[in-house]
């Protein structure tokens, strides 16, 4: 009984995997011109999710805007394509990025700046397109490294056709 409960479990997520990404995490500190990745963090969802690209760019936070300004990336955005291949992934989506030249300026070494990332995704029958955006706070510094940081999964902004 219990054996053939736990197989068709196994058996259901094998061929039905769906999933949704909810956030990310990032290293802490980032050094210009280096490479790192950071992870798309994803939970189990009802249906399949056909994620289409990722987008990431940097703003210095001010008084009034500590997290960067909703449905904007700052400077030195970049993509990257997400696919079938990426999408439905429960085990979460690792991305490798380079971190900009541009950040070695005084304006930003040593200072802490928003990373914001955004994913757009098509949802459901329909297709409908779906941009969602988290962020985070690293600083800029010699190194890549220190603890990860997480967006968490509510409180970044959506893009949603179904929204009026
Ligand atoms: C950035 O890194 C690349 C590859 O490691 C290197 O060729 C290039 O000289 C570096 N640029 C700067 C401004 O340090
Ligand atoms: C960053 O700037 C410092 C000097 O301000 C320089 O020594 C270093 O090579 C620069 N690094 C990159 C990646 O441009
Ligand atoms: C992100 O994914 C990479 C590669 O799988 C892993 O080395 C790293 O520990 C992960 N970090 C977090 C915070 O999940
Ligand atoms: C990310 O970089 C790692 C190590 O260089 C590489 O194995 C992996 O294929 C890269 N992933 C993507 C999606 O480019
Ligand atoms: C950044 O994320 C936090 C939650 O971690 C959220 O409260 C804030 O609204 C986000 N900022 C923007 C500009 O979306
Ligand atoms: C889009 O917005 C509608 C209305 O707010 C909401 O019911 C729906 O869940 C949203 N879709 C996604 C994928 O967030």
Redesign the pocket.
């Known amino acids: 009984m219990r054996f053939s409960t736990l197989t068709t479990a196994t058996l259901a997520s094998v061929s039905l995997a769906s999933a949704r990404i909810i956030g990310f995490s990032a290293p802490s500190t980032l050094a210009?011109?280096s490479t790192f990745t950071f992870n798309l963090t994803t939970e189990n969802y009802i249906q399949r999710v056909a994620d289409v690209a990722v987008s990431w760019g940097y703003t210095l936070p001010t008084e009034t805007n500590p997290t960067g300004y909703k449905y904007s990336l700052g400077s030195f955005a970049e993509s990257a394509y997400l696919g079938p291949d990426r999408s439905n992934i429960i085990t979460g989506v690792v991305v490798n990025a380079t971190v900009p030249?541009g950040l070695?300026s005084s304006s930003y070494f040593g200072k802490d700046v928003v990373l914001s990332v955004a994913v757009t995704s098509l949802y459901g029958a329909s297709g409908g397109p779906v941009t969602q955006g988290w962020n985070v706070t690293v600083r800029i510094g010699a190194e890549d490294g220190g603890e990860w940081v997480d967006s968490g999964r509510e409180g970044g902004w959506i893009e949603n056709g179904s929204c009026q």
Do not use: L
């Open positions: 210009p011109n030249v070695n």
